[in-house]
């Protein structure tokens, strides 16, 4: 006989997310922004939620916010520096668990204005904190990433990404330095990272899963109030209205973030977006934008990144 038909699965819906009781996530910025609102919508799921950042002060904030929409909120603070490379293998030894479900590399430096600023260990500040910290972090969590049965690193791209294209020959902008276009550089070198870890994981039959996801346009003015870590007055509110025809707010940004490290269906070496032009809109997973399919682009940063961090080749993963 044949076996009775299964049901078909439940359509996501971002405002019924399914239970992650007993799990642990970590993301990384945590504690303001796009960060803010993943860590607030998975921990209405019953996951324990690790915030990862810099200030103490502006973390106990965020957790006071977050518990005081998701009653009994189950979650930590974790101090990182991911602009400090030599401060990440300590930091993740202060985690104290046997195994992670899910690292999300969310946190990031943006930049508006010139001078060029370099981080400590000498790299420039938006390269060096949005991808070498977290490749470099990478490595440090990858036993605990190993230790949980199908645990997931979610990369936190950028819509603005697409338009750009990296140099090889100038990855940290020493001879063309350009904020908006060095952010955007540095959110692809993440996206490259993200799509050639999970080819890598792949090639040795991990069950750990690499996911690439951003939250499309997402403006503070359009998103909900969080006070004290965020406020939007009704008359900011009522002005960037006609903007959320095209994008939306940092709440609903958290959205293909959030299914990329919680939905059963999403797998390895995708890439999820907003559905409605890549911008605003419940997530639907997107095709890899061409230039981001490039392996060749994608072994030289890698090997580029190795370099720079002083990392196993293998980012610690057997």
Known sequence: MSSPPQPAPRPWDVHRLPSAE??????????????????????????????????????????????SRVPGARLRHLQLDLADLSSLKAAVDRLDLDHLDAVVHNAGVALDDPPRRETGDGHELMFG??????????QWLAPLLCAAPASRVVTVGSFAARSERLDLDDLQSARDYRPKRTYGRSKLAQMYFGLELDRRLRATGSTVLSVVAHPGGALDSLTPSRAPVHVTTPGERLRALPAGLLVQGKDAGAWPIVRAVLDAEVQGGQVWGPRVFGLRGVPRREPVPAHLADQAVAARLWAASGELTGTDPELGFP
């Open 129 to 138: 904190t949005n991808h070498l910290g977290h490749f470099a972090l990478t």
């Open 22 to 67: 007993g799990r642990t996530f970590l993301v990384t910025g945590g504690n303001a922004g796009i960060g803010f609102f993943v860590a607030e919508q998975l921990a209405a799921t019953g996951a324990e939620v690790v915030l990862g950042s810099r200030d103490t002060a502006k973390a106990d904030t965020a957790m006071a916010s977050i518990r």
